[in-house]
């Protein structure tokens, strides 16, 4: 008996013995291991150095501030009067008045002479982060804006041009409730529209319409324009996304004053950003529908008439190509990342005017295609050049900012 405990202790030992072996064995190497990690990170640490941005990075973040967050005195300010003005140049002045509330004076002169000049007081800030406030008011010049007649069977031959020159001072309050999500807006503007012959030597309104054929034509009209949004938006930013959506709906007051060209309008529009790949590849739609109502029997006037054409509507057709009372649009773009500040586009637009919002249909539609190419920074775009093939012709967009 005590001959079998004694092989038992001695087998019970060995076996421990075996089984602590790779153990140790395994804390030796690892051991030896954290030695050579803590080593080459001492080395590392003597070749480190703090990241320094590229130029094109030092560029972007130049522009973002003075497109996002205005931190910036002197700025170019690009907008011009109207759309179709060719390339608009302008320079503007920021002033602070308080931290964050401030005040910005700019304008432009676009190469077909048209010119803009406002001041506006921007508190971005309100009710606890909730809520902005955008007070402008200006005056703008156009002097040669193309007219090809009313609804969707109009031709370019028919071409016709007035100008207007417009004062202007507005009141817009945007208010986020829940921060995120529901954004309401409201805004109050006194407008005076005037007006004006053509100039350049191009055709003139006036030699194939009249007052009695064309509703506004050569009359001055003050308008008090109210309006109100209802909206859901959860993109990241309105000046560039590549995810999220908007849902809103507009409603629209002008009062005339002499009771002439009063009218209302109802805007609705839908946004919708379908990231794929981790974003690397974005399917973008819009959709967007306005319609106008005459009050009392007045008329709605030529130059507030609803209409597409240009930079952000169908890019393929020259600005204002087609006006009527009513309009549709609809586009869809698919967007490839390219790099932090670049991407590209493959894009189709179509839309249609009609006289009756019940003809807003997908019959008729007028299209275009086309690639483009945008820059942008994290929550803005600062350039967009697109290329655009219509029916009519090939047209070249160059804009600074989103077109949806």
């Known amino acids: 008996m005590r001959t079998i405990r004694l092989v038992g202790a001695t ?59 205005r931190t910036v005195t002197w700025h170019p300010f690009f907008q011009s009067a109207a759309h179709g003005s060719g390339l608009a140049l302008g320079v503007g002045r920021i002033q602070h008045v308080t931290p964050f509330n401030f005040v910005d004076v700019r304008g432009s002169y676009s190469i077909y002479g048209y010119k803009r000049a406002e001041a506006e007081f921007v508190a971005p800030r309100l009710f606890n982060r909730r809520g902005q406030l955008s007070i402008i008011g200006g005056w703008r010049d156009a002097t040669q804006i193309g007219f090809y007649g009313l609804g969707p069977n109009t031709s370019v031959d028919n071409r016709v041009n007035y100008g207007f020159k417009e004062g202007y001072g507005s009141a817009l309050l945007t208010a986020w409730p829940t921060r995120r999500l529901v954004m309401l807006r409201g805004g109050l503007e006194l407008a005076q529209w005037s007006p004006e012959q053509a100039r350049g030597g191009l055709r003139p309104i006036e030699i194939a319409y009249s007052p009695s054929t064309l509703p506004g034509l050569g009359t001055t009209t003050t308008y008090m324009h109210t309006q109100g949004t209802v909206a859901f938006d959860w993109r990241p930013a309105p000046g560039f996304a590549r995810r999220g959506g908007l849902y809103s709906i507009t409603a629209h007051d002008y009062h005339d004053q002499d009771d002439r060209f009063g009218f209302r309008e109802v805007d609705y529009e839908a946004v919708q950003h379908f990231p794929v790949l981790r974003e690397a590849w974005v399917i973008s739609l819009r ?118």
């Open 11 to 69: 087998t019970l030992i060995a076996g421990l013995t075996w089984a602590a072996a790779p153990v140790a064995a395994q804390d030796a190497n690892d051991g030896t291991r954290q030695a050579v990690v803590e080593s080459a990170q001492a080395e590392k640490v003597k070749t480190l150095q703090p990241y320094t941005a590229t130029s094109f990075e030092r560029l972007m973040t130049r522009v973002e501030d003075i497109l996002a967050y």
């Open 287 to 404: 959709g967007l529908a306005e319609t106008t109502f005459r009050r009392d029997g007045q008329e709605v006037p030529y130059f507030l008439l609803p209409h597409l054409g240009g930079g952000s509507t169908l890019r393929g057709f020259d600005s204002w190509r087609f006006r009527d009372r009513n309009k549709l649009l609809l586009q869809a773009e698919w967007r490839i990342t390219a790099n932090r500040f670049m991407e590209t586009a493959v894009f189709y637009d179509a839309g249609k005017v009609a006289g009756h919002p019940a003809d807003l249909n997908f019959d008729g539609l007028q299209h275009d295609y086309g690639f483009g190419m945008r820059f942008h920074t994290p929550f803005q775009t600062a350039l967009r050049v697109d290329v655009a093939r219509s029916r009519e012709r090939t047209r070249l967009v160059v804009s600074t900012g989103p077109v949806f």
